[in-house]
């Protein structure tokens, strides 16, 4: 579930924190990179169970006025959403129950979101057509959770304040999240029953190795990396490069520098995005501009073995290798690297919040 996406978010976010507290041990900083991701997949299977609250939320009213229907001689309620087939599968579910069980989590403390979302649900047009819909399919129960999602969960402010209540952690998360949730609903099957899998925490070894590699590169390498961007940011003065700027290009350097597989291409787009959404509103032509340059330059000093599209306009030369005597003075800029001006300040700031 952990992608590399996500992966990139969260090292931003502690590179960033690791150049800002005076603590420099990075063995501790690793530790929390690694346990902030952990956190990202503590929030899928919230979210999950989330559902399973609802769920036996409905079917305790279900009870309650079925009891009231059968003393009073009324028409007992149907049971269809509290028996929601897709919801019964999720709420069997092996690896979700163990979870719930380890963690010792669930919603109960929170009952009155629950059956504030609930009461949300079945006012909704989806829900009304599901209830008087004769069709009680598999793919049609599961497909109600996945607009229910959607609608309701996915984007909800009380939610997201809950959430933030539990887990500073989860800020950043959810909209990534979200998106395995659905991912999660759309491809139960039936026929797994209860052992139908989840997502797993990590898709394989080499991911959760890419989140270690790519972090250590950066912090160790921080000299070399910013002499790059000094050295290319020729008509701009590289201590007033907005700090944000200065952590993403370093961390973009380190992952074309340490990952041969992931293409020039890929890198510069990914972190151009982080740079639109955590720094000015200038970030992301400059950052694309610069990284851009830096690579050229990087495969024709022979320093990175990797192809890139021609460029608009060839300037590319030999490289100055970091002068290790001078190479701590311009990490110095770097680190305390100030924004452009007080506009560009005050955006970044807004951003970074």
């Given at each position: 579930?952990?992608?590399r996406?996500?992966i990139?978010i969260?090292?931003?976010?502690?590179?960033y924190a690791y150049?800002?507290?005076?603590?420099?041990d990075?063995?501790?900083?690793?530790?929390?990179?690694l346990?902030?991701?952990?956190?990202a997949y503590d929030l899928y299977?919230?979210?999950?169970?989330?559902?399973?609250?609802v769920t036996q939320?409905?079917r305790?009213?279900?009870e309650?006025?079925?009891?009231r229907?059968q003393r009073?001689?009324t028409?007992?309620?149907?049971?269809?959403?509290?028996?929601?087939k897709?919801?019964?599968?999720?709420?069997?579910n092996?690896?979700?129950?163990?979870y719930?069980?380890?963690q010792k989590?669930?919603?109960k403390?929170?009952?009155?979101?629950?059956?504030?979302?609930s009461?949300?649900?079945?006012q909704?047009?989806?829900?009304?057509e599901?209830?008087?819909?004769?069709?009680?399919?598999?793919?049609a129960?599961?497909?109600?959770?996945?607009?229910?999602?959607?609608?309701?969960?996915?984007?909800?402010d009380?939610?997201?304040?809950?959430?933030?209540?539990k887990?500073?952690y989860?800020n950043?998360?959810?909209?990534?999240v979200d998106?395995?949730?659905v991912?999660?609903?759309k491809r139960?099957?039936?026929?797994l029953?209860?052992?139908q899998?989840?997502?797993?925490?990590?898709?394989?070894?080499?991911d959760?190795?890419f989140?270690?590699?790519?972090?250590?590169a950066?912090?160790?390498?921080?000299?070399t990396?910013?002499?790059?961007?000094s050295?290319?940011?020729?008509?701009?003065?590289?201590s007033?490069l907005?700090y944000m700027d200065?952590?993403?290009?370093?961390?973009?350097?380190?992952?074309?520098?340490t990952?041969p597989n992931?293409?020039?291409?890929?890198?510069i787009?990914?972190?151009?995005e982080l740079a639109?959404?955590?720094?000015?509103?200038?970030?992301?032509?400059?950052?694309?501009?610069?990284?851009?340059?830096?690579?050229?330059n990087l495969?024709?000093n022979k320093?990175?073995?990797k192809?890139?599209?021609e460029p608009?306009?060839?300037?590319?030369?030999?490289?100055p290798?970091?002068?290790?005597?001078?190479?701590p003075?311009?990490s110095?800029?770097?680190?305390?690297?100030?924004?452009?001006?007080?506009?560009?300040e005050?955006?970044n700031?807004?951003?970074?919040?």
């Amino acid at each position: 579930m952990i992608n590399r996406e996500l992966i990139r978010i969260k090292v931003v976010q502690l590179t960033y924190a690791y150049y800002q507290n005076g603590n420099r041990d990075i063995d501790k900083a690793e530790k929390e990179l690694l346990f902030s991701l952990s956190k990202a997949y503590d929030l899928y299977n919230q979210l999950l169970l989330l559902i399973v609250a609802v769920t036996q939320e409905e079917r305790h009213r279900v009870e309650v006025n079925t009891a009231r229907a059968q003393r009073e001689g009324t028409e007992v309620p149907s049971q269809k959403f509290a028996y929601n087939k897709f919801a019964v599968q999720l709420e069997e579910n092996k690896q979700l129950l163990d979870y719930a069980e380890t963690q010792k989590t669930g919603w109960k403390e929170d009952i009155e979101f629950v059956r504030k979302l609930s009461d949300q649900i079945e006012q909704s047009d989806a829900y009304q057509e599901y209830m008087n819909s004769e069709d009680d399919s598999y793919e049609a129960n599961r497909e109600l959770w996945r607009k229910l999602y959607k609608q309701f969960i996915q984007n909800n402010d009380d939610l997201d304040l809950l959430l933030e209540d539990k887990s500073l952690y989860w800020n950043d998360d959810r909209e990534i999240v979200d998106t395995f949730v659905v991912k999660t609903i759309k491809r139960f099957d039936p026929k797994l029953k209860s052992k139908q899998p989840l997502l797993p925490e990590y898709k394989d070894e080499e991911d959760k190795d890419f989140a270690r590699k790519l972090f250590r590169a950066t912090i160790l390498n921080a000299d070399t990396y910013q002499h790059y961007m000094s050295t290319m940011s020729r008509n701009w003065d590289f201590s007033r490069l907005a700090y944000m700027d200065v952590v993403i290009m370093q961390i973009a350097i380190a992952e074309m520098l340490t990952f041969p597989n992931v293409p020039v291409s890929v890198t510069i787009n990914e972190y151009v995005e982080l740079a639109k959404l955590y720094s000015t509103a200038k970030s992301g032509s400059y950052v694309n501009g610069m990284l851009d340059s830096i690579a050229r330059n990087l495969i024709y000093n022979k320093l990175m073995v990797k192809s890139m599209s021609e460029p608009r306009s060839k300037k590319t030369g030999p490289l100055p290798q970091p002068d290790r005597k001078d190479a701590p003075a311009e990490s110095g800029k770097a680190e305390n690297a100030e924004p452009e001006s007080q506009a560009d300040e005050k955006e970044n700031n807004k951003k970074t919040e």
